[in-house]
């Protein structure tokens, strides 16, 4: 079965949020600063050290 990987993680982020309940303030927190780090110098340092 072939899930996108989009769907898979708006399922574990939907889970994770009703399971461990973070306060709303960290998840736009977590979520901002990927996207912003993503975009930025970093990104292929967290890209080769997650391909390891």
Do not use: E
Request: zero cysteines; a positive charge; aromatic letters at 12%.
């Amino acid at each position: 079965m072939d899930v996108p990987l989009w769907l898979a993680l708006l399922a574990v982020g939907y889970l994770g949020v009703k399971l461990v309940r973070p306060p709303w303030w960290l998840v736009i927190v977590l979520l901002l600063g990927g996207y912003l780090v993503a975009d930025s110098f970093l990104s292929p340092v967290i890209g080769t050290a997650l391909n390891k």
